[in-house]
């Protein structure tokens, strides 16, 4: 996440919290396959202007444990597990969400001013709007690992980003015994390739160095698939689209959290507003006004990442090695 998303979360009242469970990012190394240095774009925690260091590593749900210990502490809030959306039906002024309870097998449905699609990329609120996502950018398959180890790596404390033709990756250190790392995976490969710390020594040994396996535990092994996609419409009526649910964007900028976090922070006052009677139902309209063009040029930029530091054949690889040094060193860029 990023320093001005550190201040959503400010706003929410866990930003204490949330820096305890976080990294400061020292930056961004661009390494080839020997490990060697590309180009390294260095981050100042202490310049970014929100007062938050500009880049935050974590592990994903410890944060999402954080909002909804900070979301029960509310007394507004009624809080439903174990139930599945199955579909929302739109009105011009209110929307029932049909539900169903997975342990008993009941169905309900619930009356609401306002409905918040925020579920993801397979969203059942997008399809009930009929509404349709748009490619932006080409999809990848990568494997994703997290490992925990109490030794001490000695590696470079930023994001380290394999620019390969051949398999691209990421590494990075999310926890105080916490990494990551991520590889693109090839058209015959799968995540049940790579269960093993014996299959993934390939892969992940280069930074391993002289850490005894041993010390090594494997917390997850999976598959992602990236994708470069937008919603065509956010809203109906009083049905409206955030997050995933709206807007995919591969990983290699760190907006798709941060991006769904926007959304909401850029919807919800608007909607206090008008529930309130301070604000006309106009203010709604500037929600997608506001927030579509920003996520399209968050994907757009991603994608171009992404092949500027992956993309093409060896002579592309071969470019880079002699480009990225140089681009290190231009003016906004090597703080970038």
Same mark, same amino acid.
């Given at each position: 996440?990023?320093d001005e998303v550190h201040r959503i979360l400010g706003d929410l009242g866990v930003a204490d919290?949330?820096?305890?469970?976080?990294?400061?990012?020292?930056?961004?190394?661009?390494?080839?396959?020997?490990?060697?240095?590309?180009?390294?774009?260095?981050?100042?925690?202490?310049?970014?202007?929100?007062?938050?260091?500009?880049?935050?590593?974590?592990?994903?749900?410890?944060?999402?444990?954080?909002?909804?210990?900070?979301?029960?502490?509310?007394?507004?809030?009624?809080?439903?597990?174990?139930?599945?959306?199955?579909?929302?039906?739109?009105a011009k002024d209110r929307a029932q969400v049909v539900v169903l309870d997975i342990a008993t097998?009941?169905?309900?449905?619930?009356?609401?001013?306002?409905?918040?699609?925020?579920?993801?990329?397979?969203?059942?609120?997008?399809?009930?709007?009929?509404?349709?996502?748009?490619?932006?950018?080409?999809?990848?398959?990568?494997?994703?690992?997290?490992?925990?180890?109490?030794?001490?790596?000695?590696?470079?404390?930023?994001?380290?980003?394999?620019?390969?033709?051949?398999?691209?990756?990421?590494?990075?250190?999310?926890?105080?015994?916490?990494?990551?790392?991520?590889?693109?995976?090839?058209?015959?490969?799968?995540?049940?390739?790579?269960?093993?710390?014996?299959?993934?020594?390939?892969?992940?040994?280069?930074?391993?160095?002289?850490?005894?396996?041993?010390?090594?535990?494997?917390?997850?092994?999976?598959?992602?698939?990236?994708?470069?996609?937008?919603?065509?419409?956010?809203?109906?009526?009083?049905?409206?689209? &955030?997050? /995933? $649910?709206?807007? !995919? =964007?591969?990983?290699?900028? *760190?907006?798709?959290? #941060?991006?769904? &976090?926007? /959304? $909401?922070?850029? !919807? =919800?006052?608007?909607?206090? *507003?008008?529930?309130? #009677?301070?604000?006309?139902?106009? $203010?709604?309209?500037?929600?997608?006004?506001?927030?579509?063009?920003?996520?399209?040029?968050?994907?757009?930029? $991603?994608?171009?990442?992404?092949?500027?530091?992956?993309?093409?054949?060896?002579?592309?690889?071969?470019?880079?090695?002699?480009?990225?040094?140089?681009?290190?060193?231009?003016?906004?860029?090597?703080?970038?």
């Open positions: 996440l990023d919290e949330f820096t305890a469970i976080s990294r400061p990012v020292r930056g961004l190394r661009l390494i080839d396959d020997a490990m060697r240095p590309l180009a390294e774009f260095e981050r100042d925690p202490e310049s970014g202007p929100h007062g938050f260091p500009p880049a935050n590593l974590f592990d994903q749900p410890e944060l999402e444990r954080i909002l909804r210990a900070r979301m029960l502490r509310d007394l507004r809030v009624t809080f439903r597990s174990g139930v599945e959306v199955l579909d929302v039906i739109n097998g009941e169905r309900s449905a619930v009356t609401a001013d306002i409905v918040l699609g925020c579920d993801g990329a397979n969203s059942v609120v997008r399809a009930a709007l009929g509404s349709r996502m748009q490619t932006l950018g080409p999809e990848q398959r990568w494997l994703v690992v997290d490992a925990s180890t109490p030794a001490d790596l000695g590696l470079w404390d930023g994001v380290h980003q394999l620019c390969s033709p051949h398999r691209a990756g990421t590494f990075m250190r999310i926890g105080q015994t916490r990494y990551r790392w991520e590889f693109e995976l090839h058209n015959h490969e799968s995540a049940e390739d790579y269960r093993t710390l014996a299959a993934l020594e390939p892969l992940i040994g280069p930074w391993l160095g002289d850490t005894a396996r041993t010390d090594l535990d494997l917390v997850r092994v999976t598959e992602y698939t990236f994708r470069a996609q937008l919603a065509n419409r956010w809203r109906d009526r009083r049905v409206f689209l &955030l997050g /995933d $649910a709206a807007h !995919l =964007t591969p990983p290699f900028i *760190g907006q798709g959290m #941060g991006a769904g &976090l926007r /959304d $909401a922070h850029n !919807l =919800t006052w608007k909607i206090a *507003g008008v529930l309130g #009677g301070t604000l006309t139902d106009t $203010a709604l309209d500037t929600y997608e006004q506001e927030r579509r063009p920003h996520a399209k040029a968050m994907i757009r930029r $991603a994608v171009a990442v992404g092949w500027a530091m992956n993309g093409g054949s060896d002579r592309a690889a071969a470019l880079r090695h002699r480009a990225f040094p140089m681009l290190a060193h231009l003016p906004g860029i090597g703080s970038a």
